[in-house]
């Protein structure tokens, strides 16, 4: 079979299995992606840097590391036993392609953060993120379009143009992580870094058809990640399964030394896949599905995944979160009140855009930021500017927070009955371009993921199929509680077992024979005895 067919259907642990079987080689997977991206990117634009070079390294050092353990053991019978052995001393990710949204610093490449202000900066070091995935084995692949500094649910706001949802290309992959869940839903790479701040990661993992993951709040460090809100940003993965979120959180999470918010984690979450739900508490917020706006699709595939779930013997309790409406209000003034402090380094004198034309220092701290932010940059500039000022911090920013100790000790006391929450991801599936103009109704698509973000739980957007009305890829959201986010990926993986839904968007027509051109050598498939070997 050629690789052009194969590739993009292969899981981390497919490939891991793959090359423990011999049945490819690191580099033969690199190659295999960088045709895809080379075929199919012209149509998602969800790349802004590619990086092939360093796929191809990073693969190269793979396969050599495994050649030495193959020459090694040639005669030895338990050569295949040492080989896995070395396999899993590169890491979780070893073998499979990644790529990283960019506002995360990967050394000698861009890091723009979508803005003009950064267009031609480029990064000194890396993001601890990064770094990780990388040391695990993964081929990076690539920088990944957003919306402005991540301000946006739609990657509309992208100086350098929009990403498509390769569901349908009129139509949003949703954001501010767009460019990475386009790319995972179009089968360029198998997994996919983003940063959810309200729902970043989310939303357009349901709007794409994959899985996205925003760990609890410290699980990932922030060091190297181009900060929007300090106190609610986090880094999280997508994947086309929760099997590959568990390898990528496996590979990056844990304490760093350089980010205070950091923590200790010991957690192997593969080791969580099997476990299934029988006698799980899984809890239900009616008022959720029942919020005006929401799309009847989206509420039947939430009740029925909850329906799932019953069925696998979780026991279904309902809970009440009595502040969650609450949490736009709360969002919109502690997020904009940290933009303003984190884009405020953005001066144009130490890096950055730079007017040239401009009188005077003042001229040019003016211009320079007026012309290298984007309109709705500017806009949170300029709010959280209002709700810092003299006279209104008092009445807005101290209200917020305590708004949202109100909304923490909400799902504290909710995970004191059940183990796990389960709601829907968004209000609609994804919209076509230019369909929300208005930026408040632009917000509203994160008025299910922004809570969490306010608390600091995890939470983990699962797809359930297409919706009944759109026919787009619906998501459904798990949430757990702080510091438990094993309990999301066991439950996650038992509801997807359920399924049997399409893993990637039916992009690919006419386009096979582009791919193959490109690659020259067919990559075999795993066998199927390998393929269940390598299960992480």
Known sequence: ????????????????????????????????????????????????????????????????????????????????????????????????????????????????????????YTAPFSATCVERAIAGGGLPLGKLN??????????????????????????????????????????????????????????????????????????????????????????GPFGRTVADIAATLDAISGRDLRDCTSQEVTTCFTDYLERGVAGMRIGIVSALTDAPGIELEIVTATHQAVKRLESLGAHIVEVELPNAAAALAAYYVIGPC??????SRFDSVRYGYREPDAADLGEQYEQSRAHGFGPETIRRIMLGSYLLSSGVYDTYYYPAQQVRTLITQDYQRAFEQVDALITPVSPRTAFRFGEIADPTSMYLSDIFTIPINIAGNGGLSLP?????????????????????????????????????????????????????????TPLKAPTQASAEGGRQ
Not at 13 to 38: M, N, P, T, Y
Request: aromatic share 6%; proline share 5%; net charge negative.
């Open 1 to 120: 079979m050629a690789v052009g067919f194969e590739y993009p259907d292969l899981s981390v642990a497919a490939i891991r299995a793959g090359l423990a079987a011999h049945d490819f080689s690191a580099r033969e997977v690199a190659q295999a992606a960088i045709a895809r991206v080379d075929a199919l990117d012209p149509q998602v634009h969800a790349f802004l840097e590619p990086t092939p070079e360093l796929a191809l390294a990073a693969a190269e050092r793979i396969d050599a590391a495994l050649a030495g353990t193959d020459a090694h053991n040639a005669a030895d019978a338990s050569a295949a036993a040492t080989h896995n052995t070395a396999l899993d001393s590169l890491g979780p990710l070893a073998g499979v392609p990644i790529a990283f949204k960019d506002n995360m610093n990967q050394l000698g490449t861009h890091t723009t953060c979508a803005s003009l202000m950064l267009k031609d």
């Open 146 to 235: 957003m919306d402005e500094f991540a301000f946006g649910s739609s990657t509309e706001t992208s100086a350098f143009g929009r990403t498509y949802n390769p569901w349908d290309l009129e139509r949003v992959p949703g954001g501010s992580s767009g460019g990475s869940a386009a790319s995972v839903a179009a089968g360029m790479v198998t997994v996919a870094l983003g940063s959810d701040t309200g729902g970043s990661i989310r939303q357009p993992a349901s709007f794409c058809g994959v899985v996205g993951m925003k760990p609890t709040y410290g699980v990932v460090s922030r060091y190297g990640v181009v900060a929007f809100g300090s106190s609610l940003d986090q880094v």
């Open 338 to 343: 940290e933009a303003f402090s984190n884009l």
């Open 464 to 520: 359930v199929g297409l919706g009944e009305t759109s026919g787009l890829p619906v998501g459904v959201q798990i949430i757990g509680p702080q510091f438990s986010d094993e309990n999301i990926i066991q439950v996650a993986a038992a509801l997807e077992a359920t399924y049997d839904i399409r893993r990637r968007a039916p992009l690919e027509a006419g386009i096979h024979a582009s791919i193959e051109d490109r690659l020259g």
